[in-house]
């Protein structure tokens, strides 16, 4: 079924009684030409890019919840593509430019609002830093503008520019960047992938790899055994625990990050904001609650929930740049399992057991990444060779000492 | 979380830097043969379960001690702090 601005007015005509379910529930099949694992939102856009882009139709995503119970729907929406080095930057300027044109693409409302990101800056140093990301941003193709303090202060009035310690210099900002309404992205693209005869089998949890003689040739589940030519685990804060299954360990460790929102307020946030001194992003939903979070509770865990320590640390860094923020009553707050890679950068690769494909690591990052990470290892599943954008994302990098470290933090997930 | 220091009984976890697993108190032997794949698995990879898991802590804040804190990752509960002192001498570690 299309839905169009006619499709709304004729079912209202009719009481809306037209409308069918967004995708079916189906039985597993015994056999597949593809399983993916986990219907997250990185495991259904590559089922829709399969079936979409690379005519593979013969395909099943298992979900051992429901889809979307993941940090797809736990994250905080925002979609940027400012980042600095060469494996990276391509990747998620790719990623942007899908996003760009995603609604239209797979038919679905998914909010996708680009009401720009601002990075702040409180010193020289920074600020030089930043000029660097921006021009590395533009040779990528992607855009930025370095905003001083007096720019700033028109698109912001309600930062505090003259706080003691943290004083505000200005911004590095991404027009582009923004936010999207993080449920509609699985929606859509669920609804997208099973228009095509792609199988989402909910509540279907991976218990185990057919592996013989180093090749994968199937699945088990909590349903039965399920046969496939090609299997392809996404399954984000879980990597570690599901391809230790297959025998593989991984550069990866299970950490939760923590999201809070605030009661609905009138319009004062234009885009996303962050914090340049310490650890804390803000935006406002259309709802109009504002929506932050800021770092890691830094220890390993598959807990989905998070320490009172971290809620201090990031109501600390709202109070730092707005202090407006502390007349917001906090409405909500929840966590995530994020897969912190070595380098803080994901993996979409090929495994040592042939048949077997690995896509994870994305950090607290993947979000944006959604649409090229979906498209990308839809690439690498059809032709089994790299999208040429994610050709830095192997698991191997380490031994050759092709690390993309962002942050240069070293080999210490809890610090990317 | 409270870990319950060897020495100075229950601290606070948030006068804690973690590093993360244990087993890094185990570093190669570079003269090993196999000393590349070895330093490799050490850096680089982890076996990051959900359940028991035994890690370091380090009390900034407090002693500056290294502690090997066995948690588990699912209910975060503690079941044993030791020095990670004493747990290098026990592998035969001189210091
Ligand atoms: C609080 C928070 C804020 C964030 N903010 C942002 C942000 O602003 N911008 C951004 O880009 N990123 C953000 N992220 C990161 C982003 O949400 C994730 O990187 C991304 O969603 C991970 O990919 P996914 O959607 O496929 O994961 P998920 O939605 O977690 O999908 C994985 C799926 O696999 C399933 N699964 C696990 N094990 C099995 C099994 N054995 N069998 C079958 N299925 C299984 C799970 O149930 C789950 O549904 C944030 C994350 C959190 C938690």
Redesign the interface.
Known sequence: MHYSVFKIISEGLKGNTGWKPQWRDPEPRKEYDVVIVGAGGHGLATAYYLAKEFGIRNVAVLEKGWLGSGNIGRNTTIIRSNYLLPGNEPFYEFSMKLWEGLEQDFNYNAMVSQRGIINLYHNDGQQAAYLRRANAMRMAGADSVMLDRDELQKLCPFLDYDNARFPIKGGIMQPRGGTVRHDAVAWGYARGADERGVDIVQNCEVTGFQIKNGVCTGVETSRGPIKAKKVAVCVAGSSSRVMEKAGIRLPIESHVLQAFVSEGLKPTIPGVVTFGAGHFYVSQSDKGGLVFGGDLDGYNTYAQRGGLPVVEDVCEGGMAIMPMIGRARLLRSWGGIMDMSMDGSPFIDHTPVDGLYFNGGWCYGGFKATPASGYCYAHLIAKDEPHEVAAAYRLDRFRRGAMIDEKGMGAQPNLH | ?IIDHPLLGPR???EFV????ACLIERPDWQDENALDAF??Y????????GE?R?LWFHEQGDRSWLVVT?N????EITKVELARDVARALGRSK
């Open positions: 979380m606070d976890s948030a973690y590093l993360g697993d490799h698995d850096l680089y990879l982890r076996d990051n379960p959900a898991h890690e948690r990752t699912l209910t975060h």
